[in-house]
């Protein structure tokens, strides 16, 4: 099989320089009788790149929400284990007015120093106590109004449905 293989690119190399449009039609009645003995024609062909499609979009649509439900329940399940400080007022000295002190989540852990948001529909921001005593309360205020920033702007949820999106399509 491999030396006809290699007879038949020889041969039709040969007929391409010698008359490409004859190559063409020739390589089109081939696959033509090809697709004939699959039972497919060329006029089912696009109907089927088109079911193929939709069927490659659905499950890219399943694929997704199953990520991003198990990437919510993991986020969830780690915001609840978290162990909170009842009064963030004692650790906080002077937090900036924009920010409301509902939405400022301290939690105990001296050997991390982590600021994040999260929260989807009422984002909140969280803050270590390590971080919190590694911190200037200029730098601290400086952290909180950039978290409030990721609050306003729903950050936490552009990124939800951007990597939607990106499990669907890729």
């Given at each position: ?36 003995r ?92 390590g ?13 909180l ?5 990721h609050?306003?702007q729903?950050?936490?949820l ?13």
């Amino acid at each position: 099989t491999m030396l006809g293989l290699l007879a038949i690119s020889f041969w039709a190399e040969r007929l391409a320089q010698a008359n490409p449009l004859r190559f063409w039609q020739s390589a089109i009645a081939c696959c033509q009788e090809i697709l004939s003995r699959c039972h497919l024609s060329l006029d089912a062909l696009p109907m089927g790149f088109i079911w193929l499609s939709v069927g490659m979009l659905c499950i890219g649509f399943l694929y997704a929400c199953s990520r991003s439900i198990r990437n919510l329940w993991t986020t969830r399940r780690f915001l609840r284990r978290l162990p909170r400080v009842n009064s963030p007022l004692k650790f906080l000295s002077s937090p900036p007015s924009n920010v409301p002190l509902n939405s400022i989540v301290i939690f105990r852990d001296d050997s991390i120093q982590w600021a994040f948001t999260a929260g989807f529909l009422r984002p909140k921001i969280y803050l270590s106590t390590g971080l919190i005593q590694l911190m200037t309360p200029e730098e601290l205020r400086g952290v909180l109004l950039h978290e409030a920033h990721h609050c306003m702007q729903r950050d936490a949820l552009k990124t939800l449905l951007v990597s939607f999106l990106q499990d669907v399509f890729f």
